[in-house]
């Protein structure tokens, strides 16, 4: 994961999930997840720094099933089972902190 501000990497994060994903969906899913809780912690530095932010920032992400999940607004049938901290991602997104769109995996760099 890496957030940018400016077009300049200031956040960089690559490990392990610390939970099991039964599809590379959820894996997604929950990674988006963690990008967004960084994203927002960005924000309100942002604010904290004179700096207000008005349009919502944009998450991109490689898996189309897990952008459908997250802008369904509500958990799907298959995602049922995964825990509910990961769904704080359609809160954040249906009240436009975080679009979460869609990118080849080839531009995805």
Not at 22 to 33: D, L, R, Y
Request: hydrophobic residues 45%; contains cysteine.
């Amino acid at each position: 994961m890496c957030l940018c501000f400016a077009g300049a990497p200031v956040i960089y994060r690559s490990r392990f999930q610390s939970t099991i994903s039964q599809s590379s969906t959820e894996a997604e899913f929950i990674a988006a997840a963690e990008a967004g809780k960084l994203a927002l912690y960005l924000r309100s530095l942002l604010t904290d720094l004179g700096i207000d932010q008005i349009m919502a920032t944009t998450l991109y992400e490689d898996n189309a099933a897990a952008v459908a999940m997250a802008n369904a607004s509500r958990p799907t049938r298959r995602g049922r089972h995964m825990d509910i901290k990961h769904f704080s991602l359609l809160d954040w997104v249906s009240t436009d902190q975080l679009i979460l769109s869609s990118i080849s995996t080839h531009d995805n760099s």
